[in-house]
């Protein structure tokens, strides 16, 4: 059982759709990451969070420390939001990285 | 603006030809760190800097080199590339313990 582990692994969904991504860590960290990356590109960080909820644009990401659970949701989705969504636990300066989502929306 | 900068974006090199990869950083973090990526996997921690502290990963094979001359710059050296070093490699900064910012990688190609 991997430490941080995402579901779904792909999703596909029409555009204008919400979309929730999972992620649950079964190690002590002292912050979750959200990550972006696409193809063929460089690694943007969207959030990092360590209790409660942030919001940036369409973006919402929620952590529930207690049940080691984090959510990633994009309202109004559009096909430029298609890239791997990555979390990844913080553990002493360690990314513990989670397998990843591949969202494709369509138009 | 403010960010991390990576060169080249493409290396190629010939297997066993020492080869440096750069980053540079305009965001006056203190923390910089050397991931390795590779096809469809999770980028890997080679090592970090906090400051000039240098902290290797247990796992990083000693063909991997770093050094840190100032904060803003970051240096990746391999002294003799084999072919399964062909990879993305990632540079990204922190302050602290905060979010990291990420570099758009270089990819190296060993023929």
């Known amino acids: 059982k991997n430490e941080v582990e995402q579901s779904p692994q792909n999703l596909t969904a029409q555009e204008g759709e919400f979309i929730t991504i999972n992620c649950s860590y079964s190690?002590?960290?002292?912050?979750l990451h959200w990550l972006q990356q696409h193809p063929g590109g460089g690694i943007v960080s969207l959030f990092m969070?360590?209790?409660?909820?942030k919001k940036h644009g369409r973006l919402i990401a929620t952590i529930n420390i207690q049940e080691k659970h984090s959510s990633l949701h994009i309202t109004a989705s559009h096909p430029r939001d298609s890239a791997v969504y990555i979390c990844?636990?913080?553990?002493?300066?360690?990314?513990?990285w989670g397998a990843g989502t591949k969202l494709i929306i369509k138009p | 603006d403010a960010m991390v900068i990576q060169n080249p974006r493409y290396q190629v090199t010939q297997f066993g030809k020492p080869v440096t990869l750069s980053c540079s950083q305009t965001?006056?973090?203190?923390?910089m760190y050397w991931y390795q990526q590779k096809s469809s996997q999770a980028p890997k921690l080679l090592f970090h800097?906090?400051?000039?502290?240098?902290?290797n990963e247990a796992d990083t094979p000693d063909n991997f080199q770093s050094r840190r001359p100032n904060t803003s710059f970051c240096f990746l050296d391999i002294r003799s590339p084999g072919l399964g070093d062909a990879a993305m490699y990632l540079c990204?900064?922190?302050?602290?313990?905060?979010?990291?910012?990420f570099g758009p990688g270089t990819r190296l190609t060993v023929l």
């Open positions: 990204a900064t922190s302050r602290g313990r905060g979010e990291q910012f």
């Open positions: 965001l006056n973090h203190n923390v």
């Open positions: 800097y906090y400051d000039k502290d240098f902290n």
């Open positions: 190690v002590g960290i002292s912050a």
């Open positions: 969070l360590s209790s409660g909820k």
């Open positions: 990844a636990g913080d553990s002493n300066y360690q990314l513990i």
